[in-house]
């Protein structure tokens, strides 16, 4: 998505013509049309994404046989990053971070208040460490 971006408004893809342009330009419209699909509502909260998700329902399914379906903070920090990117976001896209945003701090707090040991187990990973230092 962001290569796709970038070959709109960034001056090293000035070489592509402007119909490759515009197909870049809708192809990321679809790609947040998307993400924000996908973004998983539990008791009517929107929380985060999963790592998987059924093409056609945007529902949270299984990838691996060993990999269920699970609200994932890596994919899920990646996502939010990138809709933060975004120059004029769409009220879907402001209420998709702001819900993200959400469970990321009520879940980190949870975490370190019910189990720091586990958290430590964790404290390499990149969306731990970006929201528990913070």
Known sequence: M????DTVHD???????????AAATAAVERGIECIIKCQVVIDGERT?????????T????QARSYELPTLSGAESAGI??????????????????HAGASWFEST???????????????????SVRIFATN
Do not use: G, T
Not at 11 to 21: I, M, T, V
Not at 48 to 56: K, N, P, R, Y
């Open 11 to 21: 001056s090293d893809f000035a070489f592509l013509a402007p119909d490759r342009r």
């Open 2 to 5: 962001e290569l796709l971006r």
């Open 58 to 61: 945007f529902a949270p399914v």
């Open 80 to 97: 939010l990053k990138f809709l933060m990117s975004v120059e004029r976001p769409s009220a879907d896209v402001v209420l998709a971070v």
């Open 48 to 56: 985060v994404w999963c790592a998987q998700h059924d093409a056609q």
């Open 108 to 126: 980190i707090s949870q975490s370190l208040v019910a189990d720091r040991a586990a958290l430590a187990h964790y404290r390499n990973s990149l």
